[in-house]
Protein backbone atom coordinates (compact mmCIF):
# COMPACT_ATOMS: atom_id res chain seq x y z
CA UNK A 1 0.00 0.00 0.00
CA UNK A 2 1.93 3.13 -1.18
CA UNK A 3 0.69 5.94 0.71
CA UNK A 4 2.75 8.37 -0.68
CA UNK A 5 2.64 8.37 -4.89
CA UNK A 6 4.20 9.90 -7.14
CA UNK A 7 2.39 9.09 -10.47
CA UNK A 8 4.81 10.74 -13.18
CA UNK A 9 7.99 8.67 -13.35
CA UNK A 10 9.62 10.93 -15.69
CA UNK A 11 9.32 14.64 -16.59
CA UNK A 12 11.11 16.54 -19.09
CA UNK A 13 11.29 20.26 -19.39
CA UNK A 14 13.36 22.53 -21.00
CA UNK A 15 15.80 24.82 -19.83
CA UNK A 16 14.52 28.29 -18.38
CA UNK A 17 10.79 26.64 -18.19
CA UNK A 18 8.67 26.05 -15.08
CA UNK A 19 9.22 22.02 -14.15
CA UNK A 20 5.95 20.85 -11.60
CA UNK A 21 6.61 17.72 -9.35
CA UNK A 22 3.20 16.07 -8.04
CA UNK A 23 2.85 13.94 -4.89
CA UNK A 24 -0.14 12.70 -3.23
CA UNK A 25 -0.79 11.10 -0.23
CA UNK A 26 -3.53 8.55 1.49
CA UNK A 27 -2.90 9.30 4.61
CA UNK A 28 -4.58 12.47 6.44
CA UNK A 29 -2.49 12.17 9.33
CA UNK A 30 0.70 12.97 7.46
CA UNK A 31 1.66 16.64 8.55
CA UNK A 32 5.10 17.25 7.61
CA UNK A 33 6.33 16.53 3.72
CA UNK A 34 9.63 17.19 2.20
CA UNK A 35 11.51 16.58 -1.35
CA UNK A 36 14.36 15.51 -1.37
CA UNK A 37 16.95 15.02 -4.80
CA UNK A 38 18.94 12.27 -5.90
CA UNK A 39 21.55 12.18 -8.39
CA UNK A 40 23.49 8.80 -9.57
CA UNK A 41 25.79 7.30 -6.95
CA UNK A 42 24.75 9.79 -4.09
CA UNK A 43 22.76 9.55 -1.45
CA UNK A 44 19.43 11.89 -1.41
CA UNK A 45 19.58 15.55 -0.30
CA UNK A 46 17.09 17.58 1.55
CA UNK A 47 15.63 20.17 -1.29
CA UNK A 48 12.40 21.59 0.87
CA UNK A 49 9.25 20.82 3.44
CA UNK A 50 6.63 22.55 4.27
CA UNK A 51 4.59 21.78 7.51
CA UNK A 52 0.76 20.95 7.01
CA UNK A 53 -0.18 24.05 8.72
CA UNK A 54 0.74 25.86 5.55
CA UNK A 55 0.24 25.75 2.01
CA UNK A 56 3.22 27.09 0.55
CA UNK A 57 6.54 27.31 1.39
CA UNK A 58 9.07 29.01 -1.39
CA UNK A 59 12.95 28.56 -1.21
CA UNK A 60 15.11 30.65 -4.12
CA UNK A 61 13.60 28.49 -7.45
CA UNK A 62 11.81 26.00 -5.14
CA UNK A 63 8.30 26.43 -4.47
CA UNK A 64 5.99 23.74 -2.52
CA UNK A 65 2.30 23.83 -2.40
CA UNK A 66 0.40 21.91 -0.24
CA UNK A 67 -3.08 20.84 -0.81
CA UNK A 68 -4.25 19.08 2.29
CA UNK A 69 -7.98 18.76 0.88
CA UNK A 70 -7.29 16.79 -2.11
CA UNK A 71 -3.93 15.48 -0.47
CA UNK A 72 -1.46 16.73 -3.20
CA UNK A 73 1.43 18.62 -3.26
CA UNK A 74 3.53 19.90 -5.92
CA UNK A 75 7.22 21.15 -6.27
CA UNK A 76 7.75 23.93 -8.28
CA UNK A 77 10.86 24.66 -10.18
CA UNK A 78 11.34 27.96 -11.98
CA UNK A 79 12.88 28.41 -13.90
CA UNK A 80 14.39 25.25 -14.17
CA UNK A 81 17.94 24.40 -15.03
CA UNK A 82 20.32 21.36 -16.54
CA UNK A 83 21.51 20.73 -12.95
CA UNK A 84 18.31 20.24 -11.49
CA UNK A 85 18.01 17.00 -13.42
CA UNK A 86 18.05 14.05 -11.04
CA UNK A 87 15.33 12.40 -9.35
CA UNK A 88 13.43 13.84 -6.55
CA UNK A 89 10.93 11.97 -3.98
CA UNK A 90 8.70 13.36 -2.03
CA UNK A 91 8.53 11.79 1.70
CA UNK A 92 5.85 12.45 4.20
CA UNK A 93 6.09 12.01 8.53
CA UNK A 94 3.26 11.98 11.47
CA UNK A 95 5.61 14.54 13.28
CA UNK A 96 2.83 15.98 16.18
CA UNK A 97 2.26 11.54 16.99
CA UNK A 98 6.50 11.87 17.41
CA UNK A 99 6.61 9.36 15.59
CA UNK A 100 9.37 12.02 13.48
CA UNK A 101 11.63 9.05 12.84
CA UNK A 102 9.77 7.19 10.11
CA UNK A 103 9.53 8.65 6.88
CA UNK A 104 7.10 7.51 4.14
CA UNK A 105 8.70 7.92 1.05
CA UNK A 106 7.08 7.76 -2.82
CA UNK A 107 8.41 6.32 -6.34
CA UNK A 108 10.44 9.20 -7.20
CA UNK A 109 9.96 10.93 -10.29
CA UNK A 110 13.03 11.46 -13.01
CA UNK A 111 13.36 14.96 -14.27
CA UNK A 112 15.40 15.76 -17.30
CA UNK A 113 16.12 19.60 -17.62
CA UNK A 114 16.96 19.71 -21.60
CA UNK A 115 19.32 22.41 -22.66
CA UNK B 1 33.45 18.72 8.73
CA UNK B 2 32.99 14.99 6.75
CA UNK B 3 30.12 13.84 5.21
CA UNK B 4 27.82 10.75 5.83
CA UNK B 5 30.07 7.95 4.19
CA UNK B 6 29.50 4.26 3.51
CA UNK B 7 31.39 1.11 3.08
CA UNK B 8 31.60 -0.69 0.69
CA UNK B 9 30.09 0.87 -2.34
CA UNK B 10 28.93 -2.14 -4.12
CA UNK B 11 28.86 -5.83 -2.75
CA UNK B 12 27.93 -9.18 -4.13
CA UNK B 13 26.70 -11.95 -1.75
CA UNK B 14 24.43 -15.63 -2.45
CA UNK B 15 21.52 -16.69 -0.86
CA UNK B 16 21.76 -17.53 2.69
CA UNK B 17 25.15 -15.86 3.36
CA UNK B 18 25.47 -12.62 6.25
CA UNK B 19 26.50 -9.26 5.16
CA UNK B 20 27.61 -6.15 7.41
CA UNK B 21 27.25 -2.92 6.33
CA UNK B 22 29.36 0.25 7.40
CA UNK B 23 28.07 3.92 7.82
CA UNK B 24 30.06 6.66 9.53
CA UNK B 25 27.86 9.26 10.33
CA UNK B 26 28.60 12.93 9.68
CA UNK B 27 30.97 14.54 12.82
CA UNK B 28 28.62 15.54 15.79
CA UNK B 29 25.71 13.31 14.99
CA UNK B 30 24.65 11.00 17.35
CA UNK B 31 21.43 9.62 15.43
CA UNK B 32 22.00 7.32 12.28
CA UNK B 33 18.81 5.80 10.21
CA UNK B 34 19.27 2.89 8.07
CA UNK B 35 17.27 2.60 4.38
CA UNK B 36 16.76 0.28 1.77
CA UNK B 37 15.81 1.41 -1.62
CA UNK B 38 15.25 -1.47 -3.52
CA UNK B 39 14.99 -0.77 -7.68
CA UNK B 40 12.57 1.38 -8.76
CA UNK B 41 11.32 2.25 -5.31
CA UNK B 42 11.59 4.80 -2.73
CA UNK B 43 13.75 4.62 0.56
CA UNK B 44 11.88 1.86 3.01
CA UNK B 45 12.79 2.69 6.67
CA UNK B 46 14.17 -0.10 8.41
CA UNK B 47 15.47 1.43 11.89
CA UNK B 48 17.08 3.88 13.75
CA UNK B 49 19.86 4.39 16.90
CA UNK B 50 20.56 7.21 19.14
CA UNK B 51 23.18 6.80 20.93
CA UNK B 52 23.57 3.36 20.97
CA UNK B 53 20.22 2.18 21.05
CA UNK B 54 17.63 1.06 18.43
CA UNK B 55 15.00 4.09 18.58
CA UNK B 56 12.14 2.74 16.00
CA UNK B 57 11.71 0.27 13.55
CA UNK B 58 10.00 -0.29 10.76
CA UNK B 59 8.46 -3.15 8.51
CA UNK B 60 11.60 -5.48 8.16
CA UNK B 61 12.53 -8.93 9.84
CA UNK B 62 14.78 -9.50 12.73
CA UNK B 63 17.31 -11.25 10.16
CA UNK B 64 18.16 -7.20 9.46
CA UNK B 65 20.07 -5.79 12.77
CA UNK B 66 21.88 -2.87 13.47
CA UNK B 67 24.68 -1.50 15.83
CA UNK B 68 25.84 1.79 16.83
CA UNK B 69 29.19 2.58 18.61
CA UNK B 70 30.41 5.01 21.15
CA UNK B 71 31.56 7.38 18.11
CA UNK B 72 28.55 7.04 16.25
CA UNK B 73 29.22 5.19 13.67
CA UNK B 74 27.13 2.22 12.85
CA UNK B 75 26.45 -1.15 10.98
CA UNK B 76 23.61 -3.17 9.54
CA UNK B 77 23.91 -6.47 9.65
CA UNK B 78 21.45 -8.73 7.62
CA UNK B 79 21.22 -12.38 7.75
CA UNK B 80 19.96 -14.78 5.86
CA UNK B 81 20.34 -13.00 2.60
CA UNK B 82 17.22 -13.69 0.32
CA UNK B 83 17.55 -12.42 -3.70
CA UNK B 84 14.57 -9.41 -2.26
CA UNK B 85 17.60 -7.66 -0.39
CA UNK B 86 18.91 -6.73 -3.58
CA UNK B 87 19.02 -3.38 -3.02
CA UNK B 88 20.65 0.41 -2.04
CA UNK B 89 21.29 0.38 1.11
CA UNK B 90 21.70 4.74 2.89
CA UNK B 91 22.47 5.57 6.14
CA UNK B 92 21.35 8.92 6.84
CA UNK B 93 22.82 10.44 10.04
CA UNK B 94 21.20 13.95 12.11
CA UNK B 95 22.21 15.83 15.23
CA UNK B 96 19.58 14.75 17.53
CA UNK B 97 17.07 12.13 17.30
CA UNK B 98 14.01 14.45 16.70
CA UNK B 99 15.41 15.61 13.50
CA UNK B 100 15.98 11.65 12.88
CA UNK B 101 13.39 12.30 9.67
CA UNK B 102 13.66 15.88 8.55
CA UNK B 103 15.58 18.33 6.80
CA UNK B 104 18.20 18.22 8.74
CA UNK B 105 19.06 14.19 7.95
CA UNK B 106 22.08 13.95 5.73
CA UNK B 107 22.38 10.88 3.57
CA UNK B 108 25.38 8.69 2.55
CA UNK B 109 25.78 7.42 -0.90
CA UNK B 110 24.68 4.22 -0.35
CA UNK B 111 26.11 0.02 -0.69
CA UNK B 112 24.78 -1.47 -3.74
CA UNK B 113 23.79 -5.38 -2.67
CA UNK B 114 22.91 -8.22 -4.92
CA UNK B 115 21.83 -11.31 -3.79
CA UNK B 116 22.66 -13.87 -6.08
Known sequence: DQQVKQNSPSLSVQEGRISILNCDY????FDYFLWYKKYPAEGPTFLISISSIKDKNEDGRFTVFLNKSAKH???HIVP?????????FCAAKRESAGNNRKLIWGLGTSLAVNP | ETGVTQSPTHLIKTRGQQ???RCSSQSGHNTVSWYQQALGQGPQFIFQY???EE???GNFPPR???LQFPNYSSELNVNALELDDSALYLCASSLEVS???GKTQYFGPGTRLLVL
Do not use: I, K
Open chain 1, 80 to 88: SQPGDSAVY
Open chain 2, 55 to 57: NGR
Open chain 2, 99 to 101: EGA
Open chain 2, 19 to 21: VTL
Open chain 2, 64 to 66: FSG
Open chain 2, 50 to 52: YRE
Open chain 1, 26 to 29: TNSM
Open chain 1, 73 to 75: LSL
